[in-house]
């Protein structure tokens, strides 16, 4: 099988697309941990309790992981907020939380993963980005400083790391059917007072395909990122959006 013997971390793997990309490298043959705060299956032996946002959390998951395989082949940092608003409308509350879960979690992740990976001289990186690691969007300003973040941490983390046979690449989704998406139209929709309906189909018709995503659909582009099949890709900011940051 494509991921047989492979041991896989992916954050924010109980819902949306890191549920999906779980299930697929699963299917493929990987050992694929969760690392995420809500646990839909109790007696899931592979999910693991962790605040991302805490290095604390994040060193002990990750030196559980090691300790029980000696390694780690993959890596999705998927988990993530959104926050709908300008600056103005963003509390500070609220941007040390976005900031400290979309970019502080992708930092404490690398940090504890890329030594095991570098002694072994093998990994395959995939982070979590947005069309906003690419273009703007209002009424986004520290979920889109968060994604421009991640895109270079990309590049000068693939740079860094190339020559421990390690890639690194960010996924860049658009509009996804998930449950992030369903609170970000509820928060927009308070701010400007237009329906979710309303919301919905202007995300639908804003990409020239003229639909969102389904999650699977993402988690397809994610696994051909960490197989071989991608072998010559790193540094890449890959696009996954029904064509909306090509227009």
Sequence with gaps: MEFENKIA???????GIGEATRQLLIDKGAVVY???????NLNDEFYIHCDVSDYTSVKEAIKMIFNKHNKIDLLFANAGLHKVGNIEETSLDDFEKVLSVNLKGVFYVLKEILPIMRANENGN???MGSDQS??????SSVYGLTKGAIGQLTKSTAIDYADYNIRVNCICPGTIDTPLLAKAIEGFSSLTNISNDN???SLESAQPIKRIAKPYEIANV????LSDESSFITGSLFSADGGYTCQ
């Design 9 to 15: 971390v992916i954050t924010g793997a109980s819902s």
């Design 125 to 127: 990186i995939v982070l």
């Design 134 to 139: 690419i273009v703007g969007k209002g009424k």
């Design 222 to 225: 994610v696994r051909f990122l």
């Design 199 to 201: 919301i919905l189909s």
């Design 34 to 40: 969760n690392l995420d705060l809500i646990n839909k």
